[in-house]
């Protein structure tokens, strides 16, 4: 099992043509991903090859859905034009876009993340999921990567991980890989993002191959905090966590555009007393995180 994503998901790739498109492209594939296709309006029809596969470039989102049955999306397009790639994948109604680029500006952010939030199905649950921006996507490890997470760090395992950093996302995978991962998400560190700490942890919750969660925060906002109250009430696995930051000066933004300190709130004191609060063990380091994710596995 897995959250979001698995060995069946189709996946295009929007801005398959571009730099980063391409090479992560070649790796997705080399890590199992079922790469189906690209989108680029203006190379319509053309195709990309990697290797022995030869890929398909459709003219719209809309188009790559109805011709290859994708269900997930990649962006790589530069954040000037990242809205209006994310605004076509929801309206074409995918079930989950996956949103690499950094910078784009939050007001774009907030607008295609309240259009996702307006459509839903017939039971009233939104059809698509936008993880990110600037993260570095999701891995199911052994059977798909949509992101730039090195595939080859870990293996497949009953740890899930959630994480606002993508270096610290790779750094934990890495530390635990001898235990591996049910699915690994970077969520991103911007102030409006698609998936949740939340929204992650209520999946891994209900995911039955999940054996423990590791959630990774930042100084800056009130994520973690509400995250603490709703494994409080919610969560039933153990857990352990990281808030990256205890050295931050305050005031300034660090890393991340999210990642500022107002007072005392949104600082990673605040937020490593909230989690434990809610009986979450927090490392004061990744590596310590790690070790007290072994302690609590060997007790499973």
């Not at 929007?14 to 991903?33: D, N, S």
Request: charged share 20%; glycine share 14%; net charge negative.
């Amino acid at each position: 099992m897995s959250i979001y994503l698995n060995k069946d998901s189709r996946v295009i790739v929007q801005g398959i043509t571009g730099g980063e498109g391409t090479k992560h492209t070649a790796l997705m594939l080399k890590a199992g991903t079922q790469v189906v296709g690209g989108v680029n309006a203006r190379k319509a029809g053309t195709s990309v090859t990697h290797d022995d596969v030869t890929l398909p470039v459709y003219g719209t989102v809309e188009e790559a859905m109805k011709e290859t049955g994708a269900d997930v999306s990649i962006v790589f397009v530069p954040p000037a034009f990242t809205k209006d790639a994310v605004v076509e994948a929801i309206e074409a109604g995918i079930g989950l876009v996956v949103v690499i680029t950094e910078g784009v500006p939050v007001q774009d952010s907030a607008e295609f993340w309240a259009l996702a939030q307006s459509k839903v199905d017939a039971d009233g649950k939104q059809v698509t999921r936008i993880i990110g921006p600037n993260c570095p996507g999701i891995i199911t490890p052994g059977e798909s990567l949509v992101g730039i997470t090195p595939a080859n760090i870990t293996g497949k395992g009953g740890v899930g991980l959630v994480s606002k950093s993508g270096t610290l996302t790779y750094q934990m995978m890495f530390e635990l890989r001898d235990l591996g991962f049910s699915t690994a998400i970077g969520i991103g560190g911007d102030p409006v993002i698609g998936t949740t700490h939340i929204d992650a942890l209520a999946a891994f919750e209900a995911d039955p191959e999940t054996k423990a969660i590791v959630m990774i925060g930042e100084i800056g906002g009130d994520a973690e905090e509400r995250a603490a109250e709703f494994i409080k009430a919610n969560v039933t696995k153990p857990m352990v966590g990281y808030v990256a930051g205890f050295t931050a000066p305050e005031g300034k933004t660090m890393g991340h555009a999210g990642a500022i300190v107002s007072g005392s709130a949104g600082t990673a004191q605040a937020k490593k007393e909230a989690l434990e609060a809610a009986g979450v063990k927090v490392g004061k380091t990744p590596s310590e995180t790690a070790s007290l994710l072994r302690e609590v596995y060997a007790s499973l």
